[in-house]
């Protein structure tokens, strides 16, 4: 197909057209009763993008599902995506004005008519990407979407973002070394993608003979207790929304940053934040990223909410394998493992890895030390604020199934509560909230060893 055969729009070089994706379903016709004609153009209502170093996201909310076809260009790089059943608007100019310069990986948008009832977006790309072009259907306040991620041609590894957060990579040594040789939880990744050399598996080491009782035996540094902490929600997806229009994604993402300085201050302790800024992380890409650096603890950060304005109080949970503790719990657990389908996935990824970590791979040793680690911390989060249940509560929470590593989710209070909304508004509530948790989670290694470091 030569350029010359397509109207004007965006222009691009002839060149080859790879990677061709067609997603969603085909433009619905209205019908009268006697003469048929073709459906109007659909409206776009709404246009996001959430840039982050992992990988940006761009939505475009219609209020009818369409047809989209993309495929990527290179010298310069280039994504192009022609969307059928729609017509130029101020909405779809806005997304121009949107695209930052920070951006990692647009440069710049254009936007034009291609054809009849087909619009053609040309993204000028910063580097190499390997794009994920999917439609959602409607769901909470969302309409149609559709939604363009564009994942680095070489996939992020958590364990190199950990190494570069420290200043001095030592402690970490050991982590590289034993990981860098492949691990059973690989980094999270889409199709046209490829893994970061320190995740690619190489030749088994030669093996020696042991060394003599009176040869010195090289010790290794003892690397630090590695706590992987997760915002909850982020993106697409804002989670709970308080009285005054507060959201969870930002309160929770705000004490987890909190909670992590205060841990890397502790001696011979690191924290890793499965995001760091307002953008979608799916649940099982959040389990994969603690089991990757090996974390020694998870500890997942929400705020929770109710119908009624009236319910308060902290919580804390652990995994059940045998159901949920009460009524309360299984239906948190059911509105928490929504979050893929609010924020957003491509379930048509064919990723053997992510079915893996979905399966419940949870372990009574696992659920043993969570229950552990999640008493020391409601103890702690007790003594600053109201408690909603003074023990621990189960639930079949997806992102808590690493079964390797004491896991918990922590709800530091109604946010659908007007006064608790307050309080997690507050800067000084946020850092008594993160010292608690930080009290709670040192006292468990103070005095437990830690399911992931007996591994």
Known sequence: MAEQNHPPGPSIKPERFARRRFVAAATTLF????????????????VRTWPADE????TLEMDSELKA??????????LVVDIEGLTMSQTINELVSKIKPNDPYIASVRVGQNRPNV??????????????????KPIGEYKYRLVLDLYPRVAQDPLMALAKSQDDNDPLAEVLENLAQGSDAPIPSVEGQQLPPIAQKKPMPEIRP????????????????????DPGHGGEDPGAVGPSGTYEKNIVLGIAKRLKKLIDAQPGMQAYLTRDRDYFVPLQVRVQKARRIKADLFVSIHADAWIKPSA???????????????????WLAKSQNEADLIGGINVNTNNQHVMKVLLDMSTAAQINDSVKVGGRVLGEIGKINRLHKKHVERAGFAVLKAPDIPSILVETAFISNP??????????HQEKLARAMLTGINDYFSTSPGLARRA
């Open 312 to 330: 308060r109080g902290s919580s804390v949970f652990v995994l059940s394998q045998k159901g949920a503790s009460s009524a309360a719990a299984r």
């Open 69 to 78: 076809e993309h495929f990527t260009l290179e010298g310069p790089h280039r």
């Open 419 to 428: 006064h608790e909304e307050r309080l997690l508004r507050s800067a000084s």
């Open 210 to 229: 042991e060394p003599s009782p009176r040869d010195p035996i090289p010790s290794k540094p003892n690397r630090p207790i590695l706590v992987a902490l």
């Open 119 to 136: 619009v053609r977006l040309v993204m000028d790309l910063k580097q190499p990407i390997a794009p994920q072009v999917f439609t959602l």
């Open 55 to 58: 990988y940006t996201r761009v």
């Open 31 to 46: 019908l009268l009763p006697v003469i048929p004609r073709v459906a109007k153009a659909a409206t776009i209502l709404a």
